[in-house]
């Protein structure tokens, strides 16, 4: 490694523990200098993508840039009328886009059956599989199978839609999955006994940062259970990211940050990165602008590994997946 390539990679881990200057935008321009390639501009060719809450900022963004490699993208949104205006604007950026619409409340495990029949009915092979939807409520909700709202939407709902597209997935020669997690998470640790967040005063703000610390726990699970069928399974970070999710959830922040925030298309730019490079990135790690991170900022940190089996396995069940296809 050179001089340069060392004082480069200084500044880039620097950047990631000091955290503003990692996830803001200054962070995205300082590695766009260095990092890997970008995919060939017909990556995705004959690929087919599906993508979770895709109706609006890094969803959309991530399709839109999807779509740009020439995959047919499938958007899976709650509100139909918002997909339809969701696929209008990709067409307005990528005019020969093949672009889908179907309904999905990922929340509820009911309608994320239906769902993936649909999917699997209409696209038997998928290559990419996005999870991006997301939530963060006030007061704490529960679904229509009476889980916590954002363990449903980050967890749940992810666990089930990802093993019932398993055969569509499996049938690819390269597929991947990704979950799109948050710098957010570094903040908590596994609540392996109160997943649900019934008890002490609920934090929506705390709910969403506990779920995605799970994402980003489950993902070297999820590339093991996979790996036979060779499915890659990868979770990241956008950074923070000017979206409608951030003005309506977090305004102050959003105001106070709004200089510093990303783009869109900033924020989903690893996503893409991840879904279309070639060879395949390594499985089961967690990412941030194109380079693997850590999921602790302290050395020596780490989650207890039997909490999160203990997670891993109430969250199996209660998205009612088999667990004796466990290793």
Not at 89 to 118: E, F, N, S
Request: hydrophobic share 35%; aromatic share 4%.
């Amino acid at each position: 490694m050179s001089g340069t390539d060392r004082l480069s990679r200084l500044a880039d881990v620097l950047a990631d523990r000091t955290v503003l200057p990692g996830y803001s935008r200054l962070g995205y321009r300082l590695r766009q200098r260095h990092w890997p390639a970008d995919p060939a501009p017909d990556a995705l060719a004959g690929r087919t993508a599906v993508a979770t809450g895709a109706s609006a900022g890094l969803g959309r963004a991530t399709a839109i840039g999807l779509a740009r490699l020439g995959a047919t993208v499938l958007l899976l949104v709650r509100d139909e009328s918002r997909g339809e205006r969701a696929r209008d604007a990709v067409l307005q950026t990528v005019p020969q886009a093949d672009v889908h619409v179907a309904r999905c409340d990922v929340a509820d495990l009911d309608d994320v059956d239906r769902c993936a029949g649909q999917v699997r009915r209409d696209h038997p092979v998928i290559d990419v599989l996005v999870h991006n939807a997301g939530v963060l409520p006030q007061e704490r909700t529960e679904t229509p199978q009476s889980h916590e709202s954002t363990l449903a939407t980050h967890v749940l709902g992810p666990l089930r839609l990802t093993e019932r597209l398993r055969p569509a997935l499996a049938r690819s020669t390269d597929a991947r999955v990704l979950l799109v997690s948050s710098g957010g998470m570094y903040t908590q640790s596994i609540p392996a006994d109160d997943l649900e967040y019934r008890h002490g005063r609920y934090r929506g703000a705390v709910a969403y940062s506990r779920t995605k610390r799970l994402q980003v726990a489950f993902t070297p699970l999820l590339s093991q259970r996979y790996a036979a069928e060779r499915i890659g399974v990868h979770s990241l970070h956008p950074g923070w990211v000017d979206t409608p999710g951030v003005t309506g959830s977090l305004p102050g922040f959003q105001r106070v940050m709004a200089p510093l925030l990303r783009s869109p298309a900033e924020g989903a730019d690893t996503a893409v990165w991840l879904a279309a490079t070639h060879p395949a990135p390594p499985s089961g790690r967690f990412w941030h602008d194109r380079r693997p991170r850590p999921d602790h900022y302290l050395p020596g940190r780490g989650d207890d590994p039997r909490a999160v089996r203990r997670a891993w396995r109430h969250c199996l069940d209660a998205a009612g997946i088999d667990q004796d296809r466990e290793d």
